[in-house]
C-alpha cells in the first residue's frame, strides 16, 4: 500500500537519504530501527511532504511524492512527529476534537475509547494541553493523530522518554491498532519492544535500508545489531 523506491532527499545542500527503497503492505507493523541520524526521521518527513525528495513513493499506486502535507494526510497517512506539538493553550479535549475528520458512519476512534486506553488523558481533558508532562503530550499527540482515523499511522518514536508503564501501553496500542487493521510504521530506538510488536523490520544506516526482514531473523543477527544499531 505504501511503496518508497530509491528515495533522495536532504536538507539543502546535505544529502540525507540516499536510495531508501521500502514497502509496505496493508494492516502490516514495520519497525523502522537506526542509530541516531541514521535518516528514520527525515524518511518520515519525506513521505509526508514535509521535505522535498527525488525518487518515487506511491501510495495505493498513486504517486504522493510532491504533495503538500495536508493533501498526502488527507489521503489516509497520519504522522506523529517526534516533536510533542499539542496546541498548548487548548485543553486536551480540545486538542483531541482536532484531530477529528469529517466523514460519515461511525469511526474506529472516538474519544470515549482513547480516555479508556490512557486514562491519564481523561483524568485531565479539561486541563490545558502546556502543562502535561512530556510523556502525556507525546500520548497526547499520538492520539490526536489517531482520531483522524489514518490507514498507515508513521510514529517517529512514541516511546522516547516514557515512564516503562507508558511503553507497555504504547506497545499495547500497537497491538490494538493491528486488530483494527491500520498499518504502523514504528520509527524506534528500543529494540526489544520494537521488536516484540512488529510483522518485519527494516534497519537503516547511512540514509539507506540495511536490512529488511523478520523481527526473528533481525535477534539472531549479532553482527548486524552490532553493525548498525548498538552504540
Ligand atoms: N533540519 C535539519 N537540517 C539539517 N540536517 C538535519 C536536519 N535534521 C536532521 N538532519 C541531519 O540528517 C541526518 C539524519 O537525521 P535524522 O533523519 O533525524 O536521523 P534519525 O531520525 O534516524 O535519528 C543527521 O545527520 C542529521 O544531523
Ligand atoms: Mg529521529
Redesign the pocket.
Known amino acids: 500500500m505504501l511503496t518508497i523506491e530509491q528515495l533522495h532527499a536532504?536538507?539543502?545542500q546535505?544529502q540525507?537519504l540516499h536510495g531508501v527503497t521500502l514497502a509496505m503492505a496493508p494492516g502490516e507493523i514495520v519497525a523502522l530501527l537506526?542509530?541516531?541520524?541514521?535518516?528514520?526521521?527525515?524518511?518520515a518527513k519525506a513521505v509526508m511532504g514535509l521535505l522535498p525528495a527525488q525518487g518515487r513513493i506511491e501510495w495505493r499506486g498513486h504517486s504522493i511524492l510532491g504533495k503538500k502535507t495536508f493533501e498526502v494526510a488527507r489521503l489516509g497517512l497520519g504522522y506523529v512527529p517526534?516533536s510533542r506539538d499539542v496546541f498548548p493553550d487548548l485543553t486536551v479535549a480540545q486538542n483531541l476534537l482536532l484531530g477529528h475528520k469529517s466523514r460519515a458512519g461511525p469511526g474506529r476512534w472516538s474519544l470515549a475509547q482513547v480516555y479508556r486506553l490512557f486514562p491519564q488523558l481523561a483524568a485531565r481533558a479539561a486541563v490545558r494541553a502546556g502543562v502535561l508532562s512530556g510523556g502525556e503530550q507525546q500520548m497526547l499527540t499520538l492520539c490526536r493523530t489517531l482520531i483522524g482515523e489514518p490507514e498507515l499511522v508513521i510514529i517517529?518514536e512514541p516511546t522516547e522518554g516514557l515512564a516503562p508503564q507508558l511503553v507497555e501501553a504504547v506497545a499495547g496500542l500497537m497491538r490494538l491498532l493491528k486488530t483494527q487493521g491500520t498499518s504502523v510504521l514504528l520509527?524506534e530506538q528500543k529494540l526489544t519492544m520494537a521488536l516484540d510488536v512488529a510483522d518485519r523490520c527494516a534497519v537503516?544506516g547511512h540514509?539507506r535500508i540495511v536490512f529488511d526482514g523478520t523481527p526473528a531473523a533481525l535477534r539472531q543477527d549479532s553482527a548486524l545489531r552490532q553493525e548498525w544499531l548498538q552504540v
Not at 34 to 43: D, E, V
Request: a neutral charge.
Open positions: 536532504g536538507y539543502g546535505s540525507v537506526g542509530r541516531n541520524g541514521a535518516g528514520r526521521s527525515t524518511l517526534e517517529d520509527i537503516m540514509g
